[in-house]
């Protein structure tokens, strides 16, 4: 098999957990990886319940913890055993678009360090990458946390990958993918890519969901406007097929597709690139 098609046939469906869901679940391919993502609006309890109903439905059900949601450490020992209790194998750490953080964390690393203090039962942890760059940190800080995160993944013997952030620019992916290799970061990566959406779907999703620094590169190459919502749709092959050439060379593992709850439309591009890439 391709490793192309490999990476599609394993890619992960991200979903948001809002009533435009309901109608979508029923096409999220059996068995499949789904991702929930975690925000200020609908706070952590709605990814709870949304991870735990598509688990007990067979999916792979990895949530987003969001640190900025998480009060303190009693708080993260009850996350630590609604993992365990769940069986869930994976969960996905990101620091959060709350503006200000409910607790004690501000960011990843103090709720990772405290997170692998308490019986989890899970295979795998994930973290965030922005080779696009943060839309308010400095780069020398999101550096620092990524390295700090990977170290503390090794230190307590747990495997970890990192998946980025939507980035349209293949160019700038592949230097940051480069120089985080370069600098020791080892962990594998996942490449964050938008579903099947149009463009003006993905404008206004991408803002309300705190994408800003990918939207504003967008909105500001029309080029690369041009070349992923030509004529016909934008496919997300447009963007995995070129990097799929690079992925052994710089440790890409997954896709993580970014439905916008397209999940129909993002199913049917997947069964369709399947067959043409046989």
């Known amino acids: 098999m391709s490793t192309q098609r490999q990476l599609i046939a394993d890619a992960r469906f991200e979903v948001i957990p809002m009533k435009n869901l309901e109608p979508q679940i029923e096409h999220i391919p059996a068995q499949a990886s789904v991702s929930v993502t975690c925000s200020p609006a609908k706070g952590l309890q709605?990814?709870?319940?949304?991870?735990?109903?598509?688990?007990?439905?067979?999916?792979?059900a990895v949530p987003?913890?969001?640190?900025?949601?998480?009060e303190d450490d009693v708080a993260v020992k009850k996350l630590?055993?609604?993992?365990?209790?769940?069986?869930?194998?994976?969960?996905?750490?990101?620091?959060?678009?709350s503006p200000h953080a409910v607790g004690n964390?501000?960011?990843?690393v103090d709720l990772l360090r405290d997170f692998l203090g308490h019986d989890h039962g899970l295979s795998r942890i994930g973290i965030t990458a922005y080779p696009d760059g943060h839309a308010f940190l400095d780069p020398a800080v999101v550096r620092e946390a990524l390295h700090a995160k990977q170290a503390l993944l090794a230190e307590a013997g747990v495997a970890g990958y990192a998946s980025t952030q939507m980035?349209?620019?293949?160019?700038?992916?592949?230097?940051w993918a480069t120089a985080e290799r370069a600098a020791g970061f080892t962990l594998p990566l996942h490449l964050g890519v938008p579903g099947v959406i149009d463009r003006t779907k993905l404008f206004t999703m991408g803002m309300r969901l705190g994408i800003g620094n990918s939207m504003r590169f967008v909105k500001k190459n029309g080029g690369a406007l041009s070349r992923l919502f030509r004529p016909g749709g934008y496919d997300p092959s447009k963007l995995i097929a070129p990097l799929s050439k690079q992925a052994d060379a710089l440790g890409i593992e997954g896709i993580h597709l970014f439905t916008f709850n397209n999940v129909q439309a993002t199913a049917q591009w997947q069964r369709r690139s399947l067959e043409r890439l046989r």
């Open 46 to 60: 709605a990814t709870l319940d949304l991870t735990a109903r598509l688990a007990d439905l067979g999916f792979v």
């Open 64 to 70: 987003h913890l969001s640190a900025r949601l998480v």
């Open 80 to 97: 630590a055993e609604f993992c365990r209790t769940h069986g869930l194998q994976e969960v996905f750490l990101v620091a959060g678009d």
């Open 105 to 108: 964390y501000e960011g990843v």
């Open 167 to 175: 980035c349209f620019d293949l160019s700038q992916w592949q230097a």
